[in-house]
């Protein structure tokens, strides 16, 4: 499915339905074909909206898990939303983190992580092979599913395009270095909002163990695991992602 992307100012963003705000952060390597399930079905209960998130756009000093979540605490104040739901994927869940950490004050509702970084992540290394190694590529990209299935062509392809492009791949390690340096541990106490977590049992990138370690921490946080299921559930078990993420919405008065 194909979503009109919109701008505003310097924002380019998705927003399709009419509700309260479901803002979707997408993780290192995400994109919007991350969210298709999310999108189709919440869209008919919630305002849904993905801003793209300025991976490769940001100055170099910018280039970072807290400069990313500056990005997004100005496009929800410019948006002017109010009661967001915010949901973020890998990296996507650490910037929403570091921004309602910095931002308490934030017209946020809940918050939902799945194979959030924060805490540990295997990465995608310490550094790329040799430029154009198209099956090492492929190979990462696989580890991020339970089903090596699930990393097509298509989503391969997109990931050894920007693994091609020297400046992005600076970019990427930047992002990623950041991400392991900004260890948020014992903070996350602070996160007092009803927090949903959603883990893949399969995970090997942020392992379940993690899933635990960030409901221990955070005070009024429920874990759920999907089984047969890698660090993007909301993409390799839509249905199943979508089950325990409607009830919980509904309980704090979404549709």
């Known amino acids: 499915m194909d979503y009109e992307i919109k701008t505003q100012g310097k924002f380019k963003f998705v927003e399709e ?8 952060l997408h993780g290192l ?6 969210f298709g399930g999310l999108i189709e079905y919440f869209r008919h209960y919630n305002k849904v909206v993905v801003p793209l998130l300025p991976l490769f756009d940001l100055n170099i000093l910018d280039t970072s898990v807290a400069g990313l979540a500056k990005y997004v605490h100005k496009f929800i104040e410019t948006m002017e939303y109010t009661n967001v739901h915010l949901l973020g994927n890998s990296l996507g869940g ?4 570091v921004y309602l950490l910095k ?3 934030a017209p946020v509702k809940s918050l939902t992580l799945t194979g959030s970084s924060g805490l540990f992540e295997n990465g995608m290394g310490e550094t790329y092979p040799k430029r ?3 099956e090492y590529i492929r ?4 580890l991020t599913f339970y089903d090596p299935a699930m990393a097509t062509k298509e989503l391969v392809d997109e990931v050894f395009d920007i693994t091609t492009n020297r400046l992005k791949v600076i970019k990427i390690i930047t992002l990623a270095k950041s991400a392991i340096r900004h260890n948020l541990g014992e903070e996350l106490r ?3 909002l009803p927090t949903l977590l959603v883990w893949g049992l399969n995970d090997t990138v942020t392992p379940p163990m993690v899933g635990e370690e960030f409901h221990k921490l955070i005070p009024n946080s429920e874990l759920h695991f999907i089984d047969k299921c890698g660090h993007a559930p909301m993409m390799e078990q839509p249905a199943e992602f979508n089950q325990i993420l409607h009830p919980f919405l509904q309980k704090l008065g979404s549709k």
Not at 29 to 34: E, I, V
Not at 94 to 97: A, E, N
Not at 139 to 142: P, Q, S
């Open 17 to 24: 339905g009419e509700g309260e705000p479901l803002v979707l």
């Open 29 to 34: 390597f995400g994109a919007m074909s991350n």
């Open 94 to 97: 650490h910037v929403g983190l």
């Open 103 to 105: 931002h308490p004050e």
């Open 132 to 134: 154009g190694d198209y």
């Open 139 to 142: 190979k990462k990209t696989e």
């Open 190 to 192: 602070e996160i007092k």
